[in-house]
Structure formats: C-alpha cells, structure tokens
C-alpha cells in the first residue's frame, strides 16, 4: 500500500487550497486515513480522519469549521477541503493510513506518503 499526497501550494491568508491523497493498493479494503501538518521547526501534528467508508470523520480544535475531509472510494482517493488559511495552517501536509482499525479516532498508523508544502502569505 502506497499513499500519496498532493495539492499543496503557496496561497494568500484567508484563501483555500484542497489536498489530494491517493491510495494505491493492490489488495484489500479501505481504512481510515488521518492527515497530519508539520509547520516549520514544529513536530508533526495530527489534524483530522476519515473512517473507511466516510461515515466518520474527526478534526482538531484549531481546524473545525475550516477545513473538511472527504473521501471517493471509487477513486481510491481522501480529500482535504482547507479554507480561511492562516499563516500557522503552514506546512507539509502527510497523509497516511489506520495501522490499527477498530479504534476511533484513530490513533496509529502506517503507510505514509510523500508530503505536499502548503505555504500560506500574509
């Protein structure tokens, strides 16, 4: 299983942006997927999940309201919906997998990809 985020990019204060990550796997079924932030000089900070089928979905604090994730089984692909950004909404952005389904929110996981940089002017 291989994850792949993209959609980052350099956005003005208030604006949006909407992240993409693309699940490739040969077997198996869909699970959570949480999507994570790392500002600079910052440790990685979780941000949200979805549970497998979208039926669940769980924000921090600081994003509630402003950003909105999503998810298209068919198109093996989870959504990150950003809007209203603030310059602290910068960072790379890592999507990554559930590595232990039954528990929400989800608390560990696995199959990281490659993260996309946001960069937000003021």
């Known amino acids: 299983v291989q994850l792949q985020a993209s959609g980052g990019g350099l956005v003005q204060t208030g604006g949006s942006l909407r992240l993409s990550c693309v699940v490739f796997?040969?077997?198996?079924?869909?699970?959570?997927v949480g999507w994570f932030r790392q500002g600079p000089g910052k440790e990685r900070e979780f941000m949200s999940a979805?549970?497998?089928?979208?039926?669940?979905?769980y924000y921090i604090d600081s994003v509630k309201g402003r950003f909105t994730t999503s998810r298209d089984n068919a198109k093996n692909t989870v959504y990150l919906e950003m809007n209203n950004l603030q310059p602290d909404d910068a960072g790379v952005y890592y999507c990554?997998?559930?590595?232990?389904?039954?528990?929400?929110?989800?608390?560990?996981?696995?199959?990281w990809g490659d993260g996309t940089l946001v960069t937000v002017s003021s």
């Open positions: 990554a997998e559930d590595a232990r389904p039954g528990g929400w929110p989800p608390r560990e996981f696995n199959n």
């Open positions: 796997r040969s077997v198996g079924s869909p699970k959570a």
């Open positions: 979805i549970s497998w089928n979208g039926g669940r979905v």
